[in-house]
């Protein structure tokens, strides 16, 4: 969906058909594409899911540090993280013995 909406809005702009032939034009698609299946998580998710029992202070110190995935401002008073991004965090946490 969000590929056809560029593509028609191109035509409009771009006359040559062409421009559709240029080697970036795939890669830009594949970005875009990927970029749209990332899942978000929010505050509430984090312990939900993820069972991250840290409270929203200790994370912001966390990301603050460049210890935990940055977050993603959605609004005024709403934020969210990659998905991927947080498994990878915790995989890479040591485990208890």
């Known amino acids: 969906m969000f590929w056809l909406h560029i593509q028609l809005s191109a035509r409009m702009f771009w ?3 062409s421009w559709f032939l240029k080697p970036w034009a795939s890669t830009l698609f594949m970005e875009c594409s990927m970029n749209m299946l990332r899942r978000l998580v929010t505050k509430k998710e984090l312990k939900s899911i993820y ?8 994370i912001a110190r966390l990301e603050k540090a460049g210890k935990f995935p940055i977050r ?9 993280w990659y998905a991927d991004e947080v498994e990878t ?3 890479s946490r040591p485990r208890a013995a």
């Open 72 to 80: 993603i401002n959605l609004g005024t008073c709403r934020v969210a």
């Open 89 to 91: 965090w915790i995989a």
């Open 15 to 17: 006359s040559p058909a």
């Open 51 to 58: 069972g991250i029992p840290y409270s929203p202070a200790h």
